[in-house]
Each structure stands twice: as C-alpha cells, then as structure tokens.
C-alpha cells in the first residue's frame, strides 16, 4: 500500500519502511500526490520558503534578512514597488500545479496588493502598475483600475491525482528514500535495497500521518539533512519515549 489521501483531504496516511536496528527510513512508499508534494518544494521562491519556516523557527541569516526588509520603511524602496513582492513572491500561475495543501499559506503583509491600471478604451490592451501612466496606443493617461479576480485555494486545476495534473504519472507507486531520492517502485529496487540488511526481522513497517506541521518540518528538514524521512518521523517518537522512561 502507498500513500492514501485523508477522507478530510487534508493529508495523507505514508507508510515508511524501517530499520528498527538503526533507527533509520529505509524508504517510504508514495502515490503521485505525494511525490507531487515534493516536487513543488523545488518551484518555491526563497522568501516564500523563508515566510514559511520563519513562523515556526528562524532560517539562519535568511530569516534576519526577512525580518529587517520586512521592518525597513517604504521610503527607502522605489516607488513602484510593492514590499510584499519581495516577502511574499508569487509563482507565475500554472507554475505548479496547485498551492501545496501540506503547507500553510504565506499571508500577505500588504493591506492591497498591487494594482493595474488602463486607459478608458477597452479595446487597448496595455496596463500599467503606475497610476496616471501614459498609454502608448491613444496617449490617455491610465486611470482605470483594473479588477483582479483571484481563485480560490483548492480550485486551481482541481485535484492533482487526476487527468494529467501535477509533475509525475499517477499509474505507479513510487519510492521516496530517506534522503528524499524518488524513483518509480520496482522489484528490482526493492530487492536493491533489502540486500543491504543481513536481517529482514529488523525491518518494520510503520503508517504516520502527513499534514501541515509535517509539510513544514519536510520543507524544513530538506534544507538540513539527508535524513529527511528519519528526522521529520521518527526522532519525534525517540523524544516521546525518552520523556516517558524520564517520568517512570
């Protein structure tokens, strides 16, 4: 079994492959949602990524160079320029197939988001972000704001395990490695992989929940570690037994 979409649609149900000796992922079997999930980890911006991890825990220098552009006063910035371009970056739509519904959304630090503006002639296609802008077809100053109709979350392309949506093929289960490898699953991989164990008896499997907070901690650790799998599920469960026998 891979992984299974939550009935709320707000997560998945991953089953991870373990090795209880060493306490390591060996890998984690994945459906085209999941590993859909990951490959949009690639297409986000480095200020979304920094405004992502800043609200739970600091990035480094990044997350200083966030919080000081975030603080400094727009009379220092050019005047067409909208500061939560810089800390909220938006992908170009149809980017990726969907905002990844295992992270949070990066709300806007703006009160208004940038605006558009045209001439009165519908017919001339130009817009400008600079009120009273020239029009380069008739000469009218462009005055007329234009009206942005934003989708709604969920209902950009619809659910990216069906159709064509997405990154990667929804006809195969695939295998996700500790170190966040992706490879379609196999025979031949599984036995690649099982030859390194001299013991099949260490080998366990294990379901965990993927939600937001793990989408986080996946974005997180990914910029940290090759222990991805290891670190976001099972160093949190080595903590709570610690903290159990701590209290015996």
Do not use: W
Request: net charge neutral; proline share 4%.
């Amino acid at each position: 079994m891979a992984a299974t979409t939550n009935p709320k649609g707000d997560g998945f149900q991953l089953k991870l492959l373990v090795d209880t000796q060493r306490q390591r992922v060996l890998f984690a079997e994945a459906n085209k949602d999941f590993v859909d999930f990951l490959v949009t980890l690639l297409c986000l911006p480095t200020g979304t990524v920094t405004q992502l991890l800043t609200s739970k825990s600091m990035v480094g220098s990044l997350g200083n160079l966030y919080q000081s552009i975030e603080n400094l006063n727009d009379t220092y910035l050019q005047p067409n320029l909208d500061k939560d371009t810089l800390l909220n970056p938006k992908v170009p739509i149809g980017s990726y197939p969907k905002t990844p519904f295992m992270l949070p959304d990066a709300p806007s630090k703006s009160k208004l988001g940038k605006k558009f503006y045209t001439c009165r002639y519908d017919q001339h296609r130009h817009y400008s972000n600079e009120l009273g802008a020239v029009c380069p077809q008739c000469g009218c100053s462009m005055s007329n704001e234009m009206s942005y109709v934003a989708v709604k979350k969920g209902e950009e392309q619809g659910s990216s395990s069906s159709g064509g949506e997405g990154y990667v093929k929804g006809v195969v289960t695939y295998i996700v490695m500790d170190d966040l490898q992706v490879e379609p699953l196999s025979l031949i991989s599984i036995l690649a992989l099982l030859t390194k164990y001299t013991s099949a008896s260490a080998l366990e499997e294990k379901l965990v929940s993927v939600g937001v907070d793990e989408g986080l901690k996946l974005l997180k650790a990914s910029l940290e570690t090759k222990t991805v799998l290891t670190d976001v599920f099972l160093k949190k469960t080595e903590v709570k037994l610690q903290e159990d026998n701590t209290s015996m």
